[in-house]
């Protein structure tokens, strides 16, 4: 099938648009990290660019030209007194990007612009080699992922924003796909610093909550993720490769089986088949791909990310289904959410 249209072949608008893709992510990254929509955000008028760059600490041509730019990306509104520009927040921009808000994705803009953007430097290298880039990007030979993944402090509290964000989008949509309320007993399987599982225990009550992870995410998640409130959720410090994995009647793993290669998926989901009680589950939490290879591209681009970044790739449903089904689950559903991440429900 030819998609092009006659006005591509005489003029290619989306290719140009495509080549700038990377100037329009680093043109929102660095307004979020000079705090550009923040200052917007607490001031209770619109703010010169004069005032912002002084405020910011940042040139004061530099700071027109991103300005500038951002009205172009819809991230920021301008109006023009006495010729003067004096720039407010769009709508977007003040639920998704100031750092203050619950809705926030200001740690997932950042780990895009630190690692993942630094990583994606070696994409032609990662496709060539079929491998992670982390040597390369960051000096790291270790061969355990993460390991490299959480090469510092830092980059894993990092890490552990950025996984938390999303949650806060489609974390309701995602547990709210299936009717989950008869399972009692819920392990959340590298839930990390637990914004799902927050998520959870908000629809199911009644339920019990415990997140598996390794010792150091939980240290961190029990330190930094978990003190607004008195959260009913338990931590379990384990390593689900080596460690045993306790009895449950369901097991949540959201993006944790595109993590690895085919042979430790499998590994894995079959101890978590043992672990399970008869009639329990397994709720993998993942992006698809459409099963004719047609999209959609964010899966496609995160597919590529995968293989940069960890020793895994997206699949397709039936590809979840088909590691579902060889571990031993049955019943297997599919329900997507119309948001970037679907869910998949085994039965024992
Ligand atoms: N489920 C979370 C989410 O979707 O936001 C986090 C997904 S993150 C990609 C993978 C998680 O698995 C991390 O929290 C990581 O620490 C954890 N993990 C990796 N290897 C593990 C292991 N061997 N045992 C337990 N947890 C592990
Ligand atoms: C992982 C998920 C991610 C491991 C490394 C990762 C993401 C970024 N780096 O399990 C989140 C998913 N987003 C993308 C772009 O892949």
């Known amino acids: 099938m030819n998609m092009n249209t006659a006005e591509d072949l005489d003029y290619p608008r989306q290719l140009l648009e ?4 990377f100037m329009v992510s680093k043109t929102m990254f660095a307004a979020c990290e000079f705090g550009v929509f923040d200052l917007l955000h607490e001031s209770t008028e619109p703010l010169s660019t004069k005032v912002i760059a002084s405020r910011l600490n940042i040139n004061i041509d530099g700071a027109d030209r991103l300005l500038s730019a951002c009205v172009g990306l819809k991230l920021l509104e301008v109006e023009i007194k ?3 520009a004096f720039y407010t927040n769009t709508d977007v921009s003040r639920i998704y990007l100031i750092k203050s808000s619950p809705k926030s994705l200001y740690h997932m803009m950042m780990y895009h612009s630190h690692t993942m953007y630094r990583c994606w430097h070696f994409l032609p290298q990662a496709v060539r080699e079929g491998k992670n880039q982390y040597e390369r990007t960051f000096g790291i030979s270790s061969k355990d992922l993460f390991e490299a993944l959480y090469r510092s402090e830092d980059e894993m509290k990092t890490f552990l924003l950025h996984m938390d964000s999303i949650w806060n989008i489609c974390g309701k949509a995602v547990i709210t796909a299936f009717d989950l309320s008869t399972f009692k007993t819920v392990y959340d399987l590298g839930g990390c610093s637990g914004a799902l599982a927050k998520q959870f225990v908000a629809v199911y009550p009644e339920s019990t909550v415990t997140i598996l992870d390794l010792p150091k995410v939980v240290q961190a998640a029990k330190k930094h993720f978990m003190t607004d409130k008195e959260w009913p959720i338990n931590f379990h410090e384990g390593d689900f490769f080596n460690d045993t994995i306790p ?9 944790i089986i595109h993590d690895w290669s085919e042979e430790k998926c499998l590994q894995l989901l079959n101890k978590v088949y043992k672990s399970c009680k008869p009639g329990g589950g397994v709720l993998l939490v993942e992006v698809l791909l459409n099963e004719d290879r047609s999209g959609p591209l964010t899966s496609q681009l995160y597919s590529l990310n995968m293989l940069i970044q960890t020793e895994g790739k997206e699949r397709t449903a039936s590809e979840y289904e088909m590691l579902l089904a060889a571990s031993g ?18 039965r024992k």
């Open 18 to 21: 495509y080549k700038d893709g």
């Open 329 to 346: 689950f049955r019943d297997i559903q599919v329900k997507t959410t119309g948001k970037d991440y679907d869910a998949i429900l085994g």
């Open 82 to 84: 006495n010729g003067e």
């Open 247 to 255: 009895e449950a009647d369901l097991f949540i793993m959201a993006r």
